[in-house]
């Protein structure tokens, strides 16, 4: 099994993670991408080598902005979703009292 070491400049510690497979490694003019399979996280998203979310523990980063939000409004029906890349938003929404959610 490969081990992927994340390499976040601001971490005192190191994490090492196993890979299971390798779904896609690419270089833009901005970053480094890298989606891979992990036994433990399911899929993980890797930006310059700091994982950003994986698919175990995301809900934590929505169920914080979007309920927060929803429970600030006193009557949320309607929800328009700007952006959203990876659905988390537009999911949460739907175990609310919104009725309509829009994404873009």
């Given at each position: 099994?490969?081990?992927?070491?994340?390499?976040?400049?601001?971490?005192?510690?190191?994490?090492?993670y196993?890979?299971?497979?390798?779904?896609?490694?690419?270089?833009?003019?901005?970053?480094?991408?890298?989606?891979?399979?992990?036994?433990?996280?399911g899929?993980?998203l890797?930006?310059?080598?700091v994982v950003q979310i994986t698919?175990?523990?995301?809900?934590?980063?929505?169920e914080?902005?979007?309920?927060?939000?929803?429970?600030?409004?006193p009557?949320?029906?309607?929800?328009?979703?700007?952006?959203?890349?990876?659905?988390?938003?537009?999911?949460?929404?739907?175990?609310t009292?919104?009725?309509?959610?829009?994404?873009?």
């Amino acid at each position: 099994m490969i081990k992927f070491f994340e390499k976040d400049p601001y971490a005192p510690i190191q994490y090492v993670y196993e890979v299971s497979n390798i779904l896609h490694h690419s270089k833009s003019p901005f970053q480094e991408i890298m989606v891979v399979e992990n036994p433990h996280f399911g899929r993980m998203l890797i930006l310059d080598g700091v994982v950003q979310i994986t698919e175990r523990d995301e809900f934590f980063y929505h169920e914080m902005l979007v309920h927060v939000l929803l429970h600030a409004h006193p009557n949320p029906r309607k929800v328009i979703v700007i952006g959203g890349g990876d659905g988390g938003w537009s999911e949460r929404c739907s175990n609310t009292t919104v009725s309509k959610r829009s994404t873009s």
